[in-house]
Nanobody, 127 residues
Framework: HVQLVESGGGSVQAGGSLRLSCRAS????????VGWLRQAPGKEREGVAA???????SYTDSVKGRFTVSRDNANNIVNLQMNSLKPEDTAMYYC??????????????????????WGQGTQVTVS
């Protein structure tokens, strides 16, 4: 049974930075698409970033140039570096993963049903 555990959330002022990490309990990341999604109060969960097993990244327009997703397959960790944070980035952030070959199937805009494994979420608050 694969478990994903996020860490690194918190409260920052606008313009600040946070680094979220997602650690898998098993060796899933080697062949998996990993996404970061967020959900603000009263809004639907939305994809923010994704990275495939070849390290190809994709981002929603609102975070391009500010967020960077990276992966360390040897240690089963995927990180989301968030810089120049804005109040509108405030949300619960989730990492999610699903086994899929690298390529166009792994993009940030995949719906929630695309992912087989989910973390518990970590709160990011920007004021």
């Amino acid at each position: 049974h694969v478990q994903l555990v996020e860490s690194g959330g918190g409260s920052v002022q606008a313009g600040g930075s946070l680094r979220l990490s997602c650690r898998a309990s098993g060796s899933i990341y080697g062949d998996a698409c990993v996404g970061w999604l967020r959900q603000a109060p009263g809004k639907e969960r939305e994809g923010v970033a994704a990275i495939d097993s070849d390290g190809i990244e994709s981002y929603t327009d609102s975070v391009k140039g500010r967020f960077t997703v990276s992966r360390d397959n040897a240690n089963n960790i995927v990180n989301l570096q968030m810089n120049s944070l804005k109040p509108e980035d405030t949300a619960m952030y989730y990492c999610a993963a699903t086994p899929v070959a690298p390529g166009p199937a792994c993009v940030f805009s995949r719906p929630t049903r695309f992912y087989n494994h989910w973390g518990q979420g970590t709160q990011v608050t920007v004021s």
